[in-house]
């Protein structure tokens, strides 16, 4: 590094010098100007996520976890799965499985999709001066051409407030770049209390300012049911996108479950007890299993 430093600088030099022999006239470089944020199209992005809940599937698989699942939660808490149907007849697999991960001999990780599993990690995070339960949920696939490629991953964080409801739900993916952040309807309504109304660009109190975090997006508000319950997440067929995240006390979204199963659902007390104490493989990036929406969102006082 000293030797490259040397380098530079005696360049650096000889370049002044060859400026001032021929007589050339030195000029400070223009800034350069940093290019402007186009927050139109980032809102009119954000605006098809949420055409996006909409949505219905014509057909769909229901996955729901194993009634003998022993993860240390409720298994009403868990998440019930709802993957689109592939209409195209191209397709092998109507709809796209995942399963349990482990590492190969060769330090790479593999999926086996004939074992349908969601791990759960469950820790606290802070909000304010309040310590809230948090629940993170993720599930596997295989990748979708070549075995060397990288493995996909879908999930979610979930936020539980005073009462044990969920609050926010944030959405995780191995491939997404936007952010997605569901919250509950009564968080929704006591921000606009707290708050005011959306701030421009955004449709919800809750959102954060558009400029601050333009990769956040509230899709929509949920449904708070007659009890605690996870929720429905609906992936799409074409890329394994979350179509919507929906109360179990909503009206469902598909019309036909031709296909419904279990998986196991698995707790792990960290994400990387899925390697086994190892080192991470090449092909899985995973994850942080914890973070608080606090500072994200504009979320109220009272949870």
Known sequence: MPNRVFVISRSATLLVAVIAASGC???????????????????????????????????????????DSDAGIPLWMAPLLVHEYSLSPEDDARWAKFGAISVDATGQATVDDQRPTVYLSAADVMIGSRSLKQITCLWFY???????????????????????????????????????????????QAAAE????PLPGRRFAVEPPLA???????PRVVGDGPQPMGPFVYLDAASLSVSTLICRCEPSQADKFPDS??????????????FGGGPAPSNLRLPRAQESPEGILRLPTEL
């Open 25 to 67: 006239e030195t000029h400070t470089p223009a800034p350069i100007q940093p290019r402007a944020t186009d927050f139109s199209a980032i809102s009119a992005a954000h605006q098809q996520i949420r055409e996006r809940t909409k949505r219905r599937f014509a057909q769909a698989s229901f996955l729901s976890p194993q009634p």
């Open 142 to 188: 295989p990748p979708p051409c070549a075995p060397d490629q990288r493995i996909r991953y879908r999930g979610f964080r979930m936020t539980l407030g005073g009462r044990g409801y969920a609050v926010v739900w944030d959405m995780l993916s191995s491939e997404s770049t936007e952010r997605m952040m569901f919250v509950a309807k009564p968080v929704e």
């Open 194 to 197: 707290q708050f005011g109304g």
């Open 212 to 218: 601050e975090h333009p990769e956040v997006v509230v």
């Open 261 to 274: 199963g279990h998986y196991l659902l698995q707790r792990v007390g960290d994400l990387d007890e899925l």
